[in-house]
């Protein structure tokens, strides 16, 4: 955790205990990668109903307070606030969630802004080789720029047709299909675009940098 997020010592300090030790401990792995055409990734299970997964925390920001600033090592750093976010060309896309804790949810469509439509605004220059989010309860999580940049990836403020609630990390929230949902931040305050990678809250507490849920990249 970088200083300047001043994450509150988790209310859920439990839950962090439980997930550390699952890191430690190697819980859930298969050890046996599943082809991508399979889709449901090895040790997941299909679930109908959607779990809430924070750190205790979940911050109640009105869009009218809501504020989303996009810098660091980019041409065009930016920060938005509600209208001029839902003012961006809208960007609908139906992916799964596949979450660490075994959980996947089938079929879930999202309405935003894509990924791409920010990296044409913002331009990140060519030392930014990373991104960093940061969010409203003081959660971080890192990608690879690569990561982010692809067609299924987005800020999404509602999910089936809806917006999305507190809970699930509304007024915003990150959407990165590809990988396990703890690289998608909840409650989207900040993109930083690094030259160097830095390792975000669970990446520090054993979980793996990456997060390919077809090679089981659950813990470091
Ligand atoms: N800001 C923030 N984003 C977060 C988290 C969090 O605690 N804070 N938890 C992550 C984890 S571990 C998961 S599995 C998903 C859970 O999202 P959901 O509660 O909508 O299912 O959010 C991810 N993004
Ligand atoms: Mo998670």
Not at 42 to 58: F, Y
Not at 152 to 167: C, F, Q, Y
Not at 196 to 206: L, V
């Amino acid at each position: 955790m970088s200083q300047d997020d001043g994450l509150i010592p988790p209310p859920n300090a439990k839950l962090v205990d439980r997930k550390e030790k699952w890191a430690e401990e190697g819980r859930l792995m298969t050890g046996a990668a599943a082809p991508r055409a399979q889709r449901l990734p090895p040790g997941q299970r299909e679930v109908k109903n959607w779990p809430v997964l924070d750190l205790g925390i979940q911050p109640e920001i009105p869009v009218d307070q809501w504020e989303l600033t996009i810098d660091g090592l980019v041409a065009n750093p930016l920060t938005w606030g509600w209208t001029d976010f839902r003012t961006q060309p809208p960007f609908t896309d139906m992916s799964d969630i596949h979450c660490v804790t075994a959980w996947s949810r089938y079929d879930n469509h999202w309405e935003g802004v894509s990924a791409r439509h920010i990296l044409d605004l913002v331009k990140p220059l060519p030392q930014a080789q990373h991104i960093i989010f940061h969010s409203y309860d003081g959660y971080t999580t890192n990608v690879a720029l690569s990561v982010f940049d692809d067609a299924d990836v987005l800020l999404a403020h509602s999910w089936e047709g809806k917006p999305i609630t507190v809970e699930h990390g509304g007024p915003v929230r990150v959407i990165i299909p590809k990988f396990y949902f703890w690289k998608s931040a909840k409650w989207i305050k900040r993109i930083e675009f690094v030259d160097a990678d830095r390792p975000g809250f669970w990446e520090e507490r054993g979980y793996h940098n990456e997060g390919d849920p077809w090679t089981e990249q659950r813990y470091s």
